[in-house]
């Protein structure tokens, strides 16, 4: 009967070793997602700040409006995310205010 028993025991030693390599295993896999997910957090800041500039520029709201209609948020509450669906009526009323501001019809 001790055999059995110091059977099962190694059962379960092999089976909390296999946990742990698996652990180890996804603990590598969430830093490696973690290094992509700052790297794509660092280009969209720089993205972000890219269009910012660009919309500080003369045809800034030219240039908002071609961002919308690519498919970017442009309103300050959402500005450079992508739109996932349909039209925002932030951006809209964002827009709006920018063409009268700029005296375009």
Do not use: W
């Not at 025991?9 to 603990?27: A, C, F, S």
């Not at 951006?91 to 375009?104: D, V, Y």
């Amino acid at each position: 009967m001790k055999y059995r028993k110091r059977g099962m025991e190694m059962k379960y030693t092999e089976q909390l070793i296999k946990l742990e390599d698996n652990v180890r295993n996804l603990l590598e896999e969430i830093r490696r997602l973690k290094r992509y997910v700052y790297a794509l957090e660092e280009e969209n800041q720089q993205l972000r700040t890219r269009l910012f500039r660009e919309q500080q520029g003369i045809g800034g709201h030219d240039n908002l409006v071609n961002l919308y209609e690519e498919g970017f948020h442009v309103c300050p509450i959402n500005f450079g995310h992508r739109r996932d669906s349909g039209d925002c009526l932030f951006c809209f009323s964002f827009l709006k205010r920018g063409k009268s501001a700029h005296g375009h019809s």
